[in-house]
């Protein structure tokens, strides 16, 4: 008689059955990022480690999911659609940002505080002009921001230990005074040099924004749907205690903004991330973490000599993944409301830096205004770019000094601190707003020609002030996806980077400039060194010149010859692009 099999068990198929991955919204509009760029189905599907027809779904659900994520600031959320008030919606999104900017500048909250806020930005994005209609815009008194409400909302937004009353939240001085120590020890124990030691903090840079009493501002505020002063970036800055400065990620809200189409976005001043709010989140935090901090940290000790042993601190701001790890990597999380009191990039260098790209910023109109016969403050203000913001982070970030960063490590490691006479945060900053005073005269007009050291001081602590009402509502508004279309269908195109004749236009207008030195220029000696110079400066793209013209003379024929267009009678290769009939569901 054959032997019977068992029936496998209820339990062993489960386990054999493959587990379901889901992805959270961020990860879902990354994966909707690589089809833009033209990446196969099954290319992208090989990346995720997921079926090719759970790509096409997500693909056939981009609207819905690009659209939620423009008003939802919870990136982990995993639904796409919901058949929830989109005006709930948004207020919590805006209420969930007002959270951790508070818990980062040290304000205190508590659950009715919250509450009461929750029923403000209601009643005001349910009222909002742009709005109308009752489908969008239903009775105000229809929330009442109840216990049972705030509950949740805690739940699905992940805030804990929001009950936070009176001075519980405000700098707790006490813990500020006994961590030193304990990071001395963590220090010896494990043997970190300075150059081992790094601080990581992120921080809000209104890049276009003047003082108000300026009268581009005036006359611009006047202007329906200007934002200018309200254009706002996200930059983590990272540095160590021997006074080395990191490149800084930055977080825009636009992958590729037009002032930046045909840039390698590998060769920016910073690392380029986006997101629908220009803001930090636990996704975007990790993103910068292993593709910024680690690769930059090997390379400087690698070239230092030393090993690859890193002492990682920061904050413990909504934004920052609690289980970030790489081999060599310690990562520790400074205590509690301490960040103001202790945290070295809060110790003067964020200020410091602010206050030299404000002066910068100042700096880049008064060339401007010197190089242009047709030059006007409101024309060019109104095409600062956001490459032009970089070029400003550039030149204010080579203008910060080792002795400056080092300085900031004071309050938390003062043995590694070396005391540098004219170099500390306070004099740099104190020297930029004095300089930023001097040229807004230059620029003169009304609130230039006036303005006084106090309110260019107001102006770079207007990053630490609050988000007001009006900063949730604009960080929480949806951007048209037809307007994204549009960009992304021009920037296609558009040809990019630098073609043959591109080149050969560059290598023509040199020597035209050349020929008008020598020929204008009385003083022969001096305009040989000046054409000289030109031509070390320009020996780069002449090597990359040459280069191309000779890989174009090594191109067969053929690739100069257009294709003929294949009958629709013929059966077009396999490839990876081929269709699914099939799709299964991600939900």
């Keep these: ?29 990354e994966l909707l990022d690589l089809l833009r760029e033209k990446k196969s189905y099954a290319a992208v599907a090989r990346h995720y480690g997921i079926n090719e027809s759970t790509v096409r779904y997500i693909k056939k659900n981009e609207a819905a999911i690009r659209s939620t994520v423009a008003v939802s600031f919870c990136d982990s959320a995993k639904k796409v659609t919901t058949v929830r008030n989109k005006n ?10 007002w959270i951790t900017d508070c818990r980062k500048k040290n304000i205190p909250l508590d659950g009715n505080i919250i509450r009461e806020k929750a029923r403000k930005l209601y009643q005001q994005f349910a009222t909002d002009a742009e709005n109308p209609g009752p489908s969008t815009a239903p009775d105000p008194q229809a929330f009442q921001a109840s216990k049972g409400w705030f509950d949740r909302f805690q739940k699905r937004f992940n805030i804990k230990s929001v009950s936070l009353h009176g001075e519980a939240a405000s700098a707790d001085t006490e813990a500020a005074q006994k961590y030193p120590e304990t990071f001395r ?12 030691v790094f601080n990581m903090d992120e921080t809000g840079l209104f890049w276009k924004k003047m003082p108000s009493r300026t009268y581009i501002m005036k006359d611009e505020a006047k202007a329906p749907g200007f934002k200018a002063q309200k254009d706002r970036v996200t930059l983590i800055m990272c540095g160590n205690a021997a006074g080395y400065m990191m490149k800084p990620g930055l977080i825009h809200k636009s992958a590729n903004p037009r002032a930046l ?5 590998n060769l920016l001043p910073v690392y380029w991330m986006h997101n629908a709010k220009a803001w930090i989140t636990k996704v975007l935090g990790s993103n910068w973490f292993h593709q910024c901090f680690i690769p930059q940290a090997k390379e400087y000790l690698h070239n230092l000599g030393m090993d690859f042993k890193v002492f990682l601190i920061m904050d413990n701001a909504g934004g920052h993944p609690l289980d970030l790890y790489y081999e060599g990597v310690q990562i520790e999380f400074l205590p509690a409301n301490t960040t103001s009191l202790i945290q070295p990039m809060d110790q003067g260098v964020i200020r410091a830096f602010k206050a030299l790209y404000t002066r910068n910023s100042l ?24 490459a032009t913001c970089l070029s400003v982070i550039q030149t204010a970030l080579k203008e910060m000094k080792k002795e400056t960063l080092n300085a900031c490590w004071k309050k938390l490691w003062p043995e590694c601190v070396h005391d540098y006479k004219g170099l500390s945060p306070e004099e740099i900053q104190h020297e930029a707003v004095d300089k930023a005073v001097t040229l807004a005269k230059i620029l003169g007009g009304e609130g230039f020609e006036d303005i006084t050291q106090e309110e260019v001081n107001n102006l770079i602590d207007a990053h ?12 929480t508004e949806s951007v048209s996806e ?14 990019h980077g630098l073609t043959l004749e591109r080149l050969s236009q560059i290598m023509r207008t040199t020597k035209e400039l050349q020929g008008m030195i020598e020929a204008w220029d009385p003083h022969m000696v001096r305009a040989l060194k000046v054409n000289n110079g030109i031509d070390a400066a320009i020996q780069t793209y002449k ?14 024929i053929t690739m100069f010859l257009k294709p003929i267009k294949q009958s629709q009678h013929e059966t077009p290769p396999e490839d990876d692009l081929s269709e699914d009939t099939t799709e299964t569901p991600e939900e």
């Design 543 to 556: 090597t990359v010149f040459t280069t191309m013209k000779k890989q174009r003379q090594q191109l067969p």
């Design 261 to 265: 189409k045909n840039k390698n976005k």
């Design 464 to 475: 630490s002030e609050p988000l007001t009402d009006q900063d949730l509502l604009e960080l």
């Design 482 to 495: 037809e307007e994204k279309e549009v960009t992304d269908r021009e920037e296609e195109e558009q040809e």
């Design 1 to 29: 008689m054959p032997h019977k099999r068992s029936a496998p068990s209820k339990d062993s198929t489960n386990e054999a059955k493959r587990q379901k991955k889901f992805k959270t919204l961020q990860e879902k509009v």
């Design 88 to 97: 709930i919606v948004r207020m919590e999104s805006a209420l969930a940002l």
């Design 363 to 386: 700096q880049h109109l008064v060339d401007a205004m010197d190089t242009d016969e047709n030059f006007t403050l409101k024309g060019y203000w109104r095409n600062f770019t956001i």
């Design 185 to 196: 020890h963590m220090i010896e124990e494990k043997g970190y040099k300075p150059e081992q």
